[in-house]
């Protein structure tokens, strides 16, 4: 089972930046997608990033697309999520998670269209204000 414990959160004004970071242990972190969850106020939860173990391709959905960046160190059991030009709607708080990977005879890919998050830490808040 893995357990994902994230840092990082903060309170910044719009245009600033954060960098989440996402410590990762237990013995399926290799083989798993790693990304982040986020749920704005009064709306569903929200899958925002995703990296594969393998190559370490992403996958942002188009909300956050050129302005947030993941990224992994494996020496280090850690994923990152820098967060720039930061608006009042990225406030929430922010879910490091797991998936399965999807797999296609010997292909597999962690891209956000095809795999399913199952596993999230406790979060970290990011708010932003004007």
């Known amino acids: 089972q893995l357990q994902l414990v994230e840092s990082g959160g903060g309170s910044v004004q719009a245009g600033g930046s954060l960098r989440l970071s996402c410590k990762v242990s237990?013995?399926?972190?290799?083989?798993?997608?790693m990304g982040w969850l986020r749920q704005a106020p009064g709306k569903g939860r929200e899958a925002v990033a995703s990296?594969?173990?393998?190559?370490?391709?992403?996958t942002y959905s188009d909300s956050v697309m050129g302005r947030l960046t993941i990224s992994q160190d494996n020496s280090k059991n850690t994923v990152y999520l820098q967060l720039d030009n930061l608006k009042p709607a990225d406030t929430a708080p922010y879910y490091c998670?797991?998936?399965?990977?999807?797999?296609?005879?010997?292909?597999?890919?962690?891209?956000?269209?095809?795999?399913?998050?199952?596993?999230w830490g406790q979060g970290t808040q990011v708010t932003v204000s004007v």
């Open positions: 237990g013995n399926t972190a290799r083989n798993s997608c």
């Open positions: 990296i594969s173990p393998d190559d370490g391709r992403t």
């Open positions: 998670a797991a998936a399965r990977p999807w797999y296609s005879g010997q292909v597999r890919s962690c891209a956000l269209a095809l795999i399913q998050f199952t596993v």
